[in-house]
C-alpha cells in the first residue's frame, strides 16, 4: 500500500469518525430537547463542531434521522440472525422476547421510539426506514413462527405474519408502558407477557 492510498485511507476515516460524532450529538440533542427543538446549531455546538462542518456532513435533521435509521438496521441484524439459529422455535421465541425487551426497554431508546414515531406520523418520509427496520425484523419473526408450525410445535391457528407483528406490538407495548410507570419492566409483568405470548401460539 503506497503512501497516496494510506492518506486517502486517513481522511475517509476522519470523515466518517466526523460523521459519527455527529450523530451521536445530534441523537443527544433529540433525547434532551426533542427532535422540533432541537436546531442544527444545537448539534454543531452539542459535537464541537461548526455549523458549516454539520450541513457538509448532513444537509438537514431529516438525513440525520434517516442515518440513525441506519444504526438501528445494524443494531437489529443480530436479532434477525439470532432468530434464524436453527434451535428449538420455542426457545429461541423465549429468548428473543427477553433480548428484545431489554434493548427497547432502555430509556434512550424508549425516548427516540417516541420522538422518531411522533415525527414519522407527520412525515412518512423520515419513517420510512423505521418501518423497514421493524418489518425486516417482524419478517425473521414469521419465519420462526412458521418453522415452529412445521415442527408441530406452534399451533398456526394465527396467520404467522399477523402473530409476528403482534407479538412485536406486545412486547414494544410493555416496554413503553413500563416507562411511564416505574421506568422499569417488572418481573412479573414480563412472565405475564410470555405466558400470553406462548398461550397464543403454543399447541395445547
Known amino acids: 500500500m503506497n503512501r497516496k492510498t494510506l492518506i486517502k485511507k486517513s481522511r475517509l476515516e476522519t470523515t466518517q469518525e ?26 454543531a455546538h452539542k ?18 434521522i434517516a442515518e440513525i435509521a441506519t444504526l438501528e438496521a445494524e443494531e437489529l ?10 434451535r428449538s422455535a420455542p426457545l429461541i421465541l ?3 422476547i427477553d433480548i428484545y425487551l431489554k434493548l427497547i426497554s432502555k430509556r434512550e431508546n424508549i425516548l427516540l421510539t417516541a420522538e422518531i414515531t411522533t415525527e414519522g406520523l407527520r412525515n412518512k418520509a423520515i419513517g420510512k426506514g423505521f418501518v423497514a427496520n421493524r418489518a425486516k425484523l417482524a419478517k425473521a419473526l414469521t419465519e420462526l413462527i412458521a418453522k415452529g408450525v412445521r415442527s408441530k410445535e406452534f399451533s398456526g391457528a394465527i396467520d404467522n405474519k399477523e402473530a409476528a407483528h403482534l407479538i412485536l406490538d406486545l412486547v414494544e407495548g410493555l416496554a413503553m408502558r413500563s416507562a411511564f410507570e416505574t421506568g422499569k419492566v417488572s418481573p412479573k409483568a414480563k412472565k405475564a407477557l410470555k405466558a400470553l405470548i406462548e398461550k397464543s401460539i403454543m399447541v395445547s
Open 18 to 43: 466526523k460523521r459519527h460524532a455527529i450523530l451521536m450529538a445530534a441523537i443527544d440533542c433529540f433525547l434532551e430537547k426533542g427532535f422540533h427543538q432541537t436546531s442544527m446549531r444545537d448539534i
Open 47 to 64: 459535537s464541537g463542531s461548526s455549523l458549516g462542518n454539520i450541513y457538509n456532513h448532513f444537509k438537514s435533521k431529516d438525513v440525520l
Open 77 to 86: 441484524n443480530d436479532l434477525t440472525f439470532f432468530l434464524n439459529k436453527d
Open 94 to 96: 423465549k429468548e428473543f
